[in-house]
């Protein structure tokens, strides 16, 4: 069975400063990576994915995640962050057609 | 990419009473999935509805107290029966596109008292 874990529950950070987000999976086949974000008291909107190809993928945003296999880890990086930045942040696994199966989510909360 | 429309965004019900949701997608779809989202927590799925045969319920959640319709490929309702102040959440429909990527709807979001 699939299962995420998103290794902090809550991340400070300044502004301007580097964030990462971490998140690490375990599957027993081949799987699909996703982050998505929730800004408050809004709906979920994907960040970025894996899916196949080049490891590491990128948003329009500035956000990056790097798929390592043999750590199965899927951390979240932006070099510098915004307040607008301020959201809650889920990691997801999904098998091929399936279902998606989230982690508890991370509250980066970015502070002036 | 789907569009999915949820109705109503939000709500609030007297105990013991029952809610109706309903999804609406902008296109075909073979799955829906209708996910919980407890205050302060993350998603959890309820179930996956597949047009033409029963919801699949994963552990935890029983078709009594949350029964789901699938009437055609663009279209699912689901019931949240028996309303107790536990069950006040946020509730997503979602469907996947191509089978690599998930969209959801705004939500529901639910206060029971």
């Known amino acids: 069975a699939q299962s995420v874990t998103q290794l902090d529950s809550q991340v400070p950070v300044f502004e301007e400063a580097p964030v990462e987000l971490r998140c690490n999976y375990s599957?027993?086949?081949?799987?699909?990576l996703f982050w998505y974000v929730q800004y408050p008291n809004q709906g979920l909107q994907l960040l970025l994915k894996y899916l196949s190809g080049s490891t590491l993928v990128k948003s329009i945003n500035g956000f990056e995640a790097e798929f390592n296999k043999s750590q199965t880890s899927f951390h979240l990086r932006k070099p510098s962050v915004h307040i607008s930045d301020t959201a809650e942040y889920f990691c997801?696994?999904?098998?091929?057609?399936?279902?998606?199966?989230f982690g508890a989510g991370t509250i980066l909360r970015v502070k002036s | 990419s789907a569009v999915i429309s949820q109705k109503p965004s939000r709500d609030i019900c007297q105990r013991g009473t029952s809610l109706t949701i309903q999804c609406q997608v902008d296109?075909?779809?073979?799955?829906m999935f209708w996910y919980r989202q407890q205050p302060g927590q993350s998603l959890t799925l309820i179930a996956t509805?597949?047009?033409?045969?029963?919801?699949?319920?994963e552990s935890g959640f029983v078709i009594d107290k949350f029964p789901i319709s699938r009437p055609n490929l663009t279209f699912s309702t689901l019931t949240v029966s028996n309303m107790s102040p536990e069950d006040s959440s946020i509730y997503l429909c979602?469907?996947?596109?191509?089978?690599?990527?998930?969209?959801f709807g705004q939500g529901t979001r639910l206060t029971v008292v």
């Open positions: 599957s027993s086949v081949s799987v699909y």
């Open positions: 979602s469907v996947n596109s191509g089978d690599t990527e998930a969209f």
């Open positions: 997801a696994v999904m098998e091929y057609g399936n279902k998606l199966v």
């Open positions: 509805a597949n047009q033409g045969s029963e919801a699949t319920y």
């Open positions: 296109s075909q779809v073979t799955m």
